[in-house]
């Protein structure tokens, strides 16, 4: 039983975008977890889609699939890894989402005949989710990031939710973190502190005075820097931190701890006779030294159609990394240059990495080089794990090279092809709108005993995250078996396939769901653990 209200974090940010406003919301979660509080994240995306779904991962990442099938920030999968438990979509909140929710309350006549506005309509909407979240889930504190930096149009009416909030909760129950720049000029080396003041002033004009500040630095802020900064932005020298670069982003709430921001927390929200904590750091700790003590390196090839920005496969990497840590390896991903697009004459630079991955995506554009790269996995021996798209295209590969089928194709990519390998879920075929419409989030699994899956999983029903169209044609199912295939998983009573296998080869392994967004630091993805480790093996 909840005997205190829910205190609130709010971490809004400056200067710039892609200081690490998440990476710094998830530590301070995360802190506060180790401290057995009952701590949740949201993130509020001011930007008009109504979710991530549409969004091109070139320019915005990945899109996160949430247990429930929201389609989210990427943000949102920084708080599941590093407090390794699920987040609803609901803990993301977009400006059309709000809106929405705003005019359909309009036409139904709830505002009783006012002229709606920003202020207080649309503040009072953007508050009711927020506190409704910290209810329901009871929450001892609740982490909110709001996305962009201050300034932008977008953001204000978020901003002045906020501000509103803390007016109506008290300051003893809200918290302003602000994550700024300081900046190192290479010329002459000082600590720049003009980008964080002007950050703050911007702050302080909309009327939010922040508690603490994040200050983002490439190495630990010295002490006259911290001073000139509490100086022109009005908060003490105490609650300035330095947030400077780091080997691992796991590194970062022990970064903060050890310039006290737990205490100077607990201190402003009144908590005091707080449990000991040190089992709770000391798994943690173990976690995180695992990423750090790993030495032998690992080589791993990421083929996919979004591999030129790095966040557009931001789970995948960490999922990796996960693996890697777990079995004393580093592993070494080499996503950048390999480009799907560009492998189709080339496919021997592929020789020199111990294992190949092949990740989701949609479209026409780079799979043929994705289906020679599964068909050189499978001819050449290296361990292949190929994920959704991976997976469809795998398929698509062997029908083409050991099926016979010259034609074999998806109908995504090729809508008239005399074999359709890889076709539309049937219940796709009525769907119009592009938004939320694929089949998404966790659905029941079957797993076949005496498979790779079973070995891998020990169990026969696991629960998966998935955010697809097509599928694989049952229709050719007899012949890929026959030809040495083997479907060890599959879903709705065996309408789907789900997981594919070729058991005399060293690993392949082609899954339907996103087995990326399951994989937590210390606790890897079953496959992308087994992956990393047929790739260690010589």
């Known amino acids: 039983m909840q005997t205190e209200s829910t205190k609130y974090i709010f971490v809004t940010g400056g200067v710039m975008s892609g200081l690490g406003k998440g990476v710094i919301s998830s530590s301070l979660a995360k802190l506060l977890q180790l401290s057995n ?13 109504y979710d991530a779904g549409t969004m091109n991962p070139i320019a915005h990442g990945e899109v996160f699939v949430t247990e429930d099938g929201g389609e989210c920030d990427m943000d949102i999968g920084n708080y599941e890894r590093f407090l390794n438990q699920n987040i609803p979509r609901t803990h993301n909140i977009t400006t059309a989402q709000i809106y929405s929710s705003v005019i359909e309350a309009e036409r139904r006549g709830e505002y009783l005949g006012a002229c709606v506005q920003i202020i207080p309509h649309v503040t009072d909407a953007i508050k009711d989710r927020i506190k409704k979240i910290a209810k329901t889930e009871n929450l001892d504190i609740l982490v909110v990031e709001c996305g962009g930096t201050v300034g932008d149009i977008e953001s204000l ?15 003893e129950n809200v918290l302003f973190v602000h994550v700024t720049l300081a900046p190192s000029l290479d010329v002459v080396g000082e600590q720049k502190t003009k980008p964080t003041q002007h950050s703050v002033q911007e702050l302080r004009r909309i009327g939010i005075q922040p508690d603490l500040l994040a200050v983002r630095c490439s190495r630990p802020l010295e002490v006259d820097t911290k001073k000139k900064i509490s100086l022109f932005s009005n908060v003490s020298a105490k609650d300035v931190f330095s ?14 701890y050890d310039q006290g921001i737990v205490d100077v927390i607990f201190k402003k929200f009144g908590k005091v006779g707080l449990l000991n904590t040190s089992a709770n750091w000391d798994m943690w700790n173990a976690i995180v030294n695992s990423f750090l003590n790993s ?11 979004y591999v030129k920005l790095a966040d557009s496969y931001v789970s995948i990497n960490h999922a990796l990394k996960h693996a890697g840590a777990k079995l004393g390896k580093k592993v070494v ?9 560009e492998l189709n004459g080339d496919l021997d630079k592929l020789s020199q990495y111990s294992g190949i991955i092949v990740p989701g995506g949609f479209g026409e554009r780079g799979s043929e080089g994705i289906i020679k790269t599964a068909n050189y996995a499978r001819e050449k021996n290296i361990p292949y794990l190929g994920i959704c798209f991976g997976f469809q295209l795998a398929a698509v590969a062997f029908g083409r090279y050991v099926c016979g089928l010259s034609s074999a194709n998806s109908t995504e990519i090729a809508p008239n092809t005399e074999n359709p390998v890889i076709d539309l879920l049937p219940e796709q075929k009525i769907i119009e709108n592009k938004g939320g419409s694929l089949r998404l989030g966790a659905n029941e699994i079957k797993v076949e005993d005496n498979t790779l899956a079973f070995k891998l999983y020990k169990s026969n029903t696991i629960y998966k995250r998935h955010r697809h169209r097509y599928e694989f044609n049952q229709k050719y199912l007899e012949l ?4 040495g295939i083997r479907f060890s998983g599959y879903s709705d009573s065996k309408k789907r396939m789900e997981i594919l296998e070729i058991p005399s080869h060293k690993f392949y392994l082609g899954v339907q769901f996103h087995p990326e967004f399951n994989s937590r630091p210390g606790y890897p993805e079953e496959s992308f653990e087994a992956f990393v480790n047929a790739s260690s093996i010589a």
């Open 37 to 49: 509080q009952k701590v949740s994240c949201v993130k509020i995306d001011p930007y008009l889609n």
């Open 157 to 171: 009416p978020f901003l002045e939710a906020l501000r509103q909030l803390r007016l109506e909760e008290g300051p």
């Open 243 to 256: 947030c400077h670069d780091a080997e691992s982003i796991l590194m970062v709430p022990q970064m903060l």
């Open 295 to 305: 030495q032998e390196k690992v080589k791993i090839a990421m083929v996919g159609k």
């Open 333 to 341: 991903i080499d996503w950048i240059w390999i480009d799907s697009e």
């Open 480 to 483: 890929f078996t026959s030809k």
